[in-house]
T-cell receptor
């Protein structure tokens, strides 16, 4: 399997639930990212990991908690979300953090908070 | 003022038409300019990448960057129904922390009608 794989593809969760999104890349990249894509808004960078270390947290609420156990896997743990958190969550990877192009995106997890 | 402005459309054209997609930006430090294509229920995929000003051609696609006007364009010649997707511009560059981060436009939804 190649590229960036995200699971699940769809997720519906209540505001009191705890769930996790998973991302796996098979490209040998050293940097991984979480983005949020909402309707009629630009992609919003949430977190950046480089060699398994978090290097960026763009003022994301604490109800979103990332985890990068190794350079191939990235998780986004979710708890007590709000309806406005419903969006498409995209994982991406790149060769390294300073690569200004060549991001490879996964197909995303469509999250609905009810 | 938003950093990157992109008309969200939707844009509908007949098959075979020339399509012009555009973005304007305000940050003069941007040096790397990209176009991503996103099909429905998929993640964005890199289509074209340009460094600094100038043109770049790849088959039916031409990317143009005019840094003096802070304006970038993507032209699609002989458009096909398979070109129907949302096109996202993205850019990065400059110096300092966060200069590697991509800043995206909202995306333009294109439909090519057979």
């Amino acid at each position: 399997e190649t590229g960036v794989t995200q699971t699940p593809r769809h997720l519906v969760m209540g505001m009191t639930n705890k769930k996790s999104l998973k991302c796996e890349q098979h490209l040998g990249h050293n940097a991984m990212y979480w983005y949020k894509q909402s309707a009629k808004k630009p992609l919003e960078l949430m977190f950046v990991y480089s060699l398994e270390e978090r290097v960026e947290n763009n003022s994301v609420p604490s109800r979103f908690s990332p985890e990068c156990p190794n350079s191939s896997h990235l998780f986004l743990h979710l708890h007590t979300l709000q309806p406005e958190d419903s969006a498409l969550y995209l994982c991406a990877s790149s060769q390294d953090m300073v690569t200004n192009y060549g991001y490879t995106f996964g197909s995303g997890t469509r999250l609905t908070v009810v | 003022q938003k950093e990157v402005e992109q008309d969200p459309g939707p844009l509908s054209v007949p098959e075979g038409a020339i399509v012009s997609l555009n973005c304007t930006y305000s940050n003069s430090a941007f040096q790397y300019f990209m176009w991503y294509r996103q099909y429905s229920r998929k993640g964005p995929e890199l289509l074209m990448y340009t460094y600094s000003s100038g043109n770049k051609e790849d088959g039916r696609f031409t990317a143009q960057v005019d840094k003096s006007s802070k304006y970038i364009s993507l032209f699609i010649r002989d458009s096909q129904p398979s070109d129907s997707a949302t096109y996202l511009c993205a850019m990065s560059g400059g110096s300092g922390a966060g200069s590697y981060q991509l800043t995206f436009g909202k995306g333009t939804k294109l439909s090519v009608i057979p």
